[in-house]
């Protein structure tokens, strides 16, 4: 396994390859955290790929150099495959990476042998409110109560007592994304930190814009890249949107994973293996 930091797009973004065989590259969430796909990489069938895994511009071991937005990031993934001088790859992401690995696919399907959509959220801005609810359903009464009052005061909080009032929040969430929550400790942070605040909030205001608006819609239900659909049961996402994109798609399917949340390996790793290399052996080892 070979860690590099390369000049890529203007930046340096740190990226690893290792194994051999199709190119696959994991694409992690955020936006703004950093690889944590090294789970999801054990699941793939060993002698069968070129895994790469690399960090988003912003995040840990890659350089903090805007701009923060999805058209870059997009142009980053793209400009990596020239790089490493591949023809076409595997894009599998999950949570942002699976948002940033569809919109990558749509513009550059040329370039695509097969996309995994892993723990998204689909295009239909209904989610939103969904998830919302989802989340508080999924606190238990003490966290709901702590979150709920939280969210009520801390437009009046400055400075660090804010800051910190965040990251609690940030905790209140994260736990509801297991299905296990005594997994919470396994969930991927840096330093204690689960993403760059910066990145998270540049790249987020024009996520609701640039995924759910009607030409991006209609863009990817013209693509007939091979495509996997995952999603946990539990995830307080509602996997109803997944579902829903992954049938206006024309060639993709979808895997519901039982007693799984938002980050499956954790909670249901074999299904999960299961269902990637299924898909992978179907459409892209035959």
Known sequence: MQEII??????????????QGIPIVLLHGGPGAYDYLEPV??????????????EQRGSWRSEKTGPYDIETFIEDLEQLRIHLG??????????????????YSTKYHANVEALIYISGTGVNPAWHADYRTNRLNRMSPTDR????????????????????????LRELSLRTDLFNQDNFNKLPRIHGEFVNNE?????GSEYNEYF???????????????????????????YNYVRELASNLQNCEFALIPNAGHYPWLD??????????????RHVLK
């Open 6 to 19: 390369s000049k890529v797009n203007g930046v340096s973004l740190w990226h690893l390859v290792h194994g």
């Open 41 to 54: 990489a054990e699941l793939l069938d060993d002698g069968c790929f070129q895994i790469i895994r690399y």
């Open 86 to 103: 591949l023809k076409n790859w595997v894009v599998c992401g999950h949570s942002w990476g699976a948002s940033l690995a569809l919109a």
């Open 145 to 168: 109560e702590e979150y709920i009052y939280l969210r009520s005061v801390i437009e009046t909080m400055k400075g660090e007592e804010q800051d910190h009032t965040k990251e609690r």
């Open 199 to 203: 990145v998270n909030q540049k790249v």
């Open 212 to 238: 759910e608006n009607e030409k991006f819609k209609k863009a990817i239900s013209l693509n007939k890249i091979p495509s996997l659909f995952i999603h946990g049961e539990t995830d307080p996402r509602p």
């Open 268 to 281: 249901n790793s074999d299904a999960l293996g299961k269902q990637i290399n299924e898909f992978l052996s």
